[in-house]
């Protein structure tokens, strides 16, 4: 299984990025996915997930209204457009996958999830 996130990068207070993560070797529709985040100094933390259908979402209340996740079932792409980003919205970005039924509650532990990409870092400048 490997998940690729790409689309990080530097962007001023009030821009916007997207991230794209690329599942390769599961059933992509099989599995909810989540984005966490971890600053320099902090520890990783819950940003947003989607279930498998893409239907339900949840989010972190720092982020709520201002990021979105979505899903792409048919190219195996789970997405986070972050809108009107912030300086403490600066860190790497993780995207990661959970085997679940399609009735699963969302799951904000990390340790929920079996399978993680490689991260890709946010800057955000005041």
């Known amino acids: 299984v490997q998940l690729q996130a790409s689309g990080g990068g530097l962007v001023q207070a009030g821009g916007s990025l997207r991230l794209s993560c690329a599942a390769s070797?599961?059933?992509?529709?099989?599995?909810?996915m989540g984005w966490f985040r971890q600053a320099p100094g902090k520890e990783r933390e819950f940003v947003a997930s989607?279930?498998?259908?893409?239907?339900?979402?949840l989010y972190t209340e720092s982020v709520k209204g201002r990021f979105t996740i979505a899903r792409d079932n048919d190219k195996k792409t789970v997405f986070l457009q972050m809108d009107r980003l912030k300086p403490e919205d600066t860190a790497v970005y993780y995207c990661?996958?959970?085997?679940?039924?399609?009735?699963?509650?969302?799951?904000?532990?990390?340790?929920?999830?079996?399978?993680w990409g490689q991260g890709t870092l946010v800057t955000v400048s005041s």
């Open positions: 990661a996958a959970r085997r679940t039924i399609i009735t699963a509650p969302h799951a904000t532990e990390a340790s929920n999830y079996a399978y």
């Open positions: 989607i279930g498998r259908s893409g239907g339900d979402t």
């Open positions: 070797g599961l059933i992509f529709s099989y599995y909810a």
